[in-house]
T-cell receptor, first 116, second 114 residues
Framework: SAVISQKPSRDICQRGTSLTIQCQVD?????MFWYRQQPGQSLTLIAT?????????ESGFVIDKFPISRPNLTFSTLTVSNMSPEDSSIYLC?????????????FGQGTRLTVV | AQSVTQLDSQVPVFEEAPVELRCNYS??????LFWYVQYPNQGLQLLLK??????LVKGINGFEAEFNKSQTSFHLRKPSVHISDTAEYFC????????????FGTGTRLKVLA
C-alpha cells in the first residue's frame, strides 16, 4: 500500500496567480499521476510524472499551464499557472504499487482549489 | 480506447435496503476493473478490483461486484446499506495490455436515507 500526503488541502487564489501543489509518498514509486476533478465531474488524467524525465501530458493539458516536477521517487509537484476561475477543481495525486502493474492506484486526499 | 458509463448520477436508498450501482464499459482489449469510493472532502479509496479469475469480487465494507464480460458490465452491490455508505462511487477501467491509464466513469452519488 501507499500513503500519500498532499499540500495544501485547499486554497483560494486570485486569478492570474500560480499555485504549487505538493505530493509526498511514504514509499518509492516509479510512476506518479496527477488528476483533475472539476465540480460535479469525474477524474481526468492531467499527466504522468516519472523520476528523471519530463512529464507526459494528456490531450488538452500543456506543460506551460501545468508544469510538473519529479525530483525523486517519493515526491512530485504540480503547478497551476496563470489561474482562471475555470481552473477551480480538485487536484489529486495518485501512485500505483504492486508487483503487477496497475493492481491498484492510491490517491491523495486532493487539493481543493478555488480561483476568484 | 476504453470508456466507462455510469448511468445513474444519483441513487437514493433507505438504510438497510439493498443497492446496485451500475457500471458498463467498452474496450477492444482485456481490462482491469475497479470501484472507488470518495467520501466528502476526501480522496479516493479502493473498494474492490477485478484483475482475473472469479467474476464475483468481494471488497471492503460489505460491497461486491460481478464482472460480466458478455454484457461488459461491472455492477457494484451491497445487500444492506448504512448511513455511512453515503458517498460518491466511481467505476474505473484500465487496459491489461501494457498502458497505465485509468479511465473513470462520471460517478454515482449514493445517498442513504434514514
Amino acid at each position: 500500500s501507499a500513503v500519500i500526503s498532499q499540500k495544501p488541502s485547499r486554497d483560494i487564489c486570485q486569478r492570474g496567480t500560480s499555485l504549487t501543489i505538493q505530493c509526498q509518498v511514504d514509499s518509492q514509486v516509479t510512476m506518479m499521476f496527477w488528476y483533475r476533478q472539476q465540480p460535479g465531474q469525474s477524474l481526468t488524467l492531467i499527466a504522468t510524472a516519472n523520476q528523471g524525465s519530463e512529464a507526459t501530458y494528456e490531450s488538452g493539458f500543456v506543460i506551460d499551464k501545468f508544469p510538473i516536477s519529479r525530483p525523486n521517487l517519493t515526491f512530485s509537484t504540480l503547478t497551476v499557472s496563470n489561474m482562471s476561475p475555470e481552473d477551480s477543481s480538485i487536484y489529486l495525486c495518485s501512485v500505483e504499487t504492486g508487483s503487477l502493474r496497475r493492481t491498484e492506484a492510491f490517491f491523495g486526499q486532493g487539493t481543493r482549489l478555488t480561483v476568484v | 480506447a476504453q470508456s466507462v458509463t455510469q448511468l445513474d448520477s444519483q441513487v437514493p436508498v433507505f438504510e438497510e435496503a439493498p443497492v446496485e450501482l451500475r457500471c458498463n464499459y467498452s474496450s477492444s482489449v482485456s481490462v482491469y476493473l475497479f470501484w472507488y469510493v470518495q467520501y466528502p472532502n476526501q480522496g479516493l479509496q479502493l473498494l474492490l478490483k477485478y484483475l482475473s479469475g472469479s467474476t464475483l469480487v468481494k471488497g471492503i465494507n460489505g460491497f461486491e461486484a460481478e464482472f460480466n464480460k458478455s454484457q461488459t458490465s461491472f455492477h457494484l452491490r451491497k445487500p444492506s446499506v448504512h448511513i455511512s455508505d453515503t458517498a460518491e462511487y466511481f467505476c474505473a477501467v484500465s487496459d491489461a495490455s501494457g498502458t497505465y491509464k485509468y479511465i473513470f466513469g462520471t460517478g454515482t452519488r449514493l445517498k442513504v436515507l434514514a
